[in-house]
């Protein structure tokens, strides 16, 4: 009994849907959207709520708010779940609405080919041309800082991260860029965050806030029971 139901687990575990196009996990500040083992979703702009054509919101919101000081350096801790060459855009905001758009690509060996970064980044670009790389940041958390304008306050304003991905394809709704936000309160006199803070497992794991795949929890409830059929095949 027990070699037959594994040749029946293997065929299903090959058919479990894939989630390997998303690509980076935002995990401090907190992010507006409930993320996967891979970041997802995050393709749509501007805050990725979307990873389907034709789906305005695929997000499960977390309701988190990062609150902190005016005019300080803010710590932007993000893990990289699928290697690109590219680099990262942070943006701020008072609404999603003000957010910029996606800077034009032009093509090059590939469609996504490379973009303009502003050297001299002003409001709403906070820092442009962020963890710039050709080789894989390892699946390990990276940190990037950027300097909040001194006086600026508000109360749930947008914090955006952009990561472009020069050799990507464009059959997706985020194209060449894939996105998270953050909702930040800046106050006079707050405390700085904890870096650490998000949702990333200090073991080196991430922490999946939503709950388990419809697909997922199928091929658990049939291990459980092959397990247990076994169980009692054996009693006298």
């Given amino acids: 009994m027990y070699r037959s139901a594994m040749v029946w687990l293997i065929p299903l575990a090959l058919v479990v849907p894939s989630t390997a196009d998303a690509h980076f996990i935002l995990s401090s500040p907190a992010s507006v959207s409930q993320q996967d083992e891979f970041g997802?979703?995050?393709?749509?702009?501007?805050?990725?709520?979307?990873?389907?054509a034709g789906v305005p919101d695929e997000a499960t919101p977390t309701n988190q708010i990062t609150t902190v000081p005016t005019g300080s350096m803010l710590t932007i801790s993000i893990r990289e779940t699928i290697f690109h060459p590219g680099h990262y855009r942070v943006a701020l905001a008072q609404d999603r609405a003000s957010l910029p758009a996606d800077p034009a690509v032009t093509a090059g060996?590939?469609?996504?080919?490379?973009?303009q970064i502003a050297a001299n980044p002003t409001l709403p670009v906070l820092?442009?041309?962020?963890?710039?790389?050709?080789?894989?940041?390892?699946?390990?958390?990276?940190?990037?800082?950027?300097?909040?304008?001194?006086?600026?306050?508000?109360?749930s304003c947008v914090l955006q991260v952009t990561q472009f991905m020069s050799n990507h394809a464009l059959n997706n709704p985020g194209g060449?860029?894939?996105?998270?936000?953050?909702?930040?309160?800046?106050?006079?006199?707050?405390?700085?965050?904890?870096?650490?803070?998000?949702?990333?497992?200090p073991a080196g794991g991430c922490c999946n806030t939503g709950p388990?795949?419809?697909?997922?929890?199928?091929?658990?409830?049939?291990?459980?029971?092959?397990?247990?059929?076994?169980?009692?095949?054996r009693r006298p």
């Avoid at 060996?109 to 973009?115: E, H, M, R």
């Avoid at 697909?215 to 169980?231: E, I, S």
């Fill in 176 to 201: 060449c860029y894939y996105h998270h936000c953050a909702t930040l309160t800046i106050a006079d006199n707050a405390p700085a965050p904890d870096a650490g803070t998000g949702t990333e497992d």
């Fill in 212 to 233: 388990a795949t419809p697909h997922l929890a199928a091929l658990a409830g049939l291990v459980l029971g092959v397990l247990g059929l076994r169980r009692r095949r």
């Fill in 40 to 52: 997802s979703p995050q393709k749509s702009a501007p805050c990725g709520n979307t990873d389907t």
């Fill in 127 to 155: 820092g442009d041309g962020l963890l710039r790389h050709t080789s894989s940041l390892g699946n390990t958390m990276q940190t990037m800082q950027v300097q909040l304008p001194a006086g600026m306050t508000c109360t």
């Fill in 109 to 115: 060996s590939t469609a996504c080919g490379s973009t």
